[in-house]
């Protein structure tokens, strides 16, 4: 029996710096991109073309791209909320764009101050540029278990925004459990609602960590054939529109597990963990993940 492929996409560079409240000169994004790179992780978001009033953590991530070793295979992945953000992208030559909305009506309007319906539209350009640039369209839906303002989130009203980005072409969908609150059950759930409307190989799962659910979350996932997942070095992340989420899963942790199950991720996981510690010497910070800490000591 071959052994089996996941992927991961690394956010520590842009769901975990945005939440920072020091930002990170470009400079030193992008030399913390090519470690990353040099570990194996061959898709890796390297910022935000977002507005920087609204998340200055974010700004010149144009230099961020512009400073990056480039390789055949590995993606530099960008968040665009616009068309304005996918212009940026596309002159920066970011290999994945990605539109980004929620399940939630409220975790929108604070996220990008519009609708969900509204959101929608403001994406049908941005998809359609990209298409015609041959561009790789990641959408992102948040708060897909639950929501920081409105509480649980029916299966439903996840399916229903996922049909929604299909219709304009996305290529992959991440589900976000923005705030880390789901368990194993409530992922099934989720995946009972969403699978028949898209083949496995094209949903990824985006956790957050704050409750210590998310390796489990992971685990039940990746038995209904998901595998592709979200992660972020070191634990980094957040999301300053939802208060009390802490950080993304941390990749060490991720690795580990994927391991001990025998998929092949390409990723050297003691290599992650020395960017992790790095990282988090830089920043001042603790590193929370167990397995970045068991291999340091
Ligand atoms: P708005 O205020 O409604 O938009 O913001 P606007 O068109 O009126 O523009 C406001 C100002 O921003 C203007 O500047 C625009 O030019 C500028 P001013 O005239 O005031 O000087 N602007 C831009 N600047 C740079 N790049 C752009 C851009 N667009 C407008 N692309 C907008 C709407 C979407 C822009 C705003 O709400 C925004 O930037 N939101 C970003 C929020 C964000 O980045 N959140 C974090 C990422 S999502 C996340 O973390 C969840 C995820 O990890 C998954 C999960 O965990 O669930 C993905
Ligand atoms: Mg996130």
């Known amino acids: 029996m071959s052994t089996e492929t996941v992927t991961l996409v690394e956010m520590g560079l842009r769901d975990g710096?945005?939440?920072e409240t020091t930002p990170v000169p470009a400079e030193v994004r992008a030399q913390w991109f090519d470690a990353l790179a040099r570990t194996g992780l061959r898709r890796i978001e390297a910022g935000s073309f977002v507005s920087?009033?609204?998340?200055?953590?974010?700004?010149?991530?144009?230099?961020?791209?512009?400073?990056?070793e480039r390789h055949p295979g590995l993606w530099a992945e960008v968040l665009t909320p616009n068309l304005r953000g996918l212009e940026q992208a596309l002159a920066a030559d970011a290999d994945v764009v990605a539109v980004f909305t929620a399940a939630s009506e409220s975790f929108t309007q604070k996220n990008i101050n519009c609708s969900i319906s509204e959101s929608i539209e403001r994406f049908r350009p941005v998809a359609e540029e990209a298409?015609?640039?041959?561009?790789?369209?990641?959408?992102?839906?948040?708060?897909?278990?639950?929501?920081?303002?409105?509480?649980?989130?029916?299966?439903?009203?996840?399916?229903?925004?996922?049909?929604?980005?299909?219709?304009?072409?996305?290529?992959?969908?991440?589900?976000?459990?923005?705030?880390?609150?789901?368990?194993?059950?409530?992922?099934?759930?989720?995946?009972?609602?969403?699978l028949p409307l898209l083949p496995a190989s094209k949903l990824a799962l985006h956790c957050h960590?704050?409750?210590?659910?998310?390796?489990?979350?992971i685990y039940a996932a990746l038995a209904r054939d998901i595998r592709i997942f979200d992660s972020a070095v070191a634990g980094l992340g957040g999301c300053p529109y939802a208060k009390g989420a802490t950080?993304?899963?941390?990749?060490?942790?991720?690795?580990?597990?994927?391991?001990?199950?025998?998929f092949a991720t390409g990723v050297d996981l003691n290599a992650v963990a020395r960017v992790g510690h790095d990282i988090c010497t830089y920043l001042g910070r603790a590193n929370p993940s167990r397995v970045g800490r068991a291999l340091q000591s």
């Open 17 to 19: 710096l945005q939440n």
């Open 52 to 68: 920087p009033k609204w998340v200055p953590q974010m700004a010149s991530t144009d230099q961020v791209l512009a400073q990056i």
């Open 131 to 194: 298409r015609k640039a041959g561009k790789y369209l990641r959408a992102y839906v948040s708060c897909v278990v639950g929501c920081p303002y409105e509480g649980p989130i029916a299966p439903s009203r996840v399916a229903d925004v996922v049909e929604q980005l299909l219709d304009l072409g996305a290529d992959e969908i991440s589900l976000g459990d923005t705030i880390g609150v789901a368990r194993p059950r409530e992922i099934h759930a989720l995946l009972d609602a969403v």
């Open 209 to 217: 960590d704050t409750r210590g659910q998310a390796v489990a979350n």
């Open 247 to 262: 950080g993304n899963v941390a990749t060490e942790d991720v690795l580990y597990l994927l391991e001990g199950e025998g």
